[in-house]
């Protein structure tokens, strides 16, 4: 199946079999957050995951169906993965397409040593970081990650149940250190579950993330979380849905209070006004 027309049948399927419920959902983002202008060169970050794999080809589809001229940069920021498992990772992006460009950092190494016990945090802003260094060092004015709906509902509810504040993740934001960048999620539509029928479909094998909290030996409140929804999902259908929405449903009326660049404001502060 991987030898003669396989990065074809990917392709087909994209258009075919999954269009409603990846595709389409993929343009929806696209169009209804304003992601992708004319001469947008858009470094897309290549995790080694399911995900990021599957953004790769629908930007590839849209450069090539959709009405916008724009370019793209695939890469994969190496931050101490087994080289086992890269190789495997460049392999099957050559298989379907995709002209990878990796570029190696030690980042596993630096947050086994200096926080060892909770890496999680660390890791993901020295990742995020380097990402950006790469993309702006080639030129690109936006920086695309494979985030998708399961994604935001689980960071909404991880900020509202650890953190202590309702805030969740857009789906696109400027950079505050890397000027003239842009981070942009165009999968903030698809839901994960969609995104497995179709590397199941297609047998696609993600790479291990290759740190200590993917193969288990430490635990995460993003697994608690995602095992939470799973559950209330069986007694309310639209669970996820609800939660979803609740980000861009808030009445500002009816909360305690909020904060922004200007300030912290509290309801008092126009209850007798």
Do not use: W
């Amino acid at each position: 199946m991987r030898e003669f027309g396989f990065q074809q049948l990917v392709e087909r399927s994209l258009n075919k079999n999954y269009r409603g419920p990846l595709y389409s959902k993929f343009l929806e983002a696209i169009d209804q957050y304003r992601l992708i202008e004319p001469g947008d060169k858009i470094a897309v970050a290549l995790s080694g995951g399911k995900d990021s794999l599957l953004m790769a080809k629908l930007f590839q589809e849209f450069q090539k169906h959709g009405s916008i001229q724009f370019e793209l940069f695939f890469m994969t920021m190496d931050p101490g993965f087994y080289q086992e498992d890269l190789d495997k990772h460049i392999k099957l992006c050559e298989s379907v397409g995709i002209d990878l460009y990796v570029e190696k950092a030690n980042i596993f190494e630096v947050t086994d040593r200096i926080a060892k016990e909770n890496p999680c945090y660390l890791c993901a802003r020295m990742r995020r970081g380097a990402l950006y260094k790469i993309a702006k060092a080639n030129g690109c004015n936006k920086l695309a990650l494979g985030h998708h709906f399961d994604d935001v509902i689980e960071t909404t509810l991880l900020n509202m149940f650890y953190a202590g504040q309702f805030k969740t993740m857009l789906p696109k934001a400027k950079s505050e250190n890397y000027e003239g960048i842009e981070l942009i999620r165009p999968m903030y539509f698809i839901k994960e579950k969609d995104i497995e029928r179709f590397r199941k479909y297609h047998h696609l094998e993600s790479m291990s993330c290759g740190c200590r909290i993917a193969r288990n030996e430490l635990d995460s409140k993003r697994k608690e979380i995602k095992l939470l929804i799973e559950s209330l999902r069986k007694v309310y259908k639209n669970i996820d849905i609800n939660i979803f929405r609740s980000a861009e449903n808030v009445n500002m009326q009816n909360i305690l209070g909020y904060y922004d660049d200007d300030g912290r404001y509290s309801f008092l502060d126009k209850y007798n006004k």
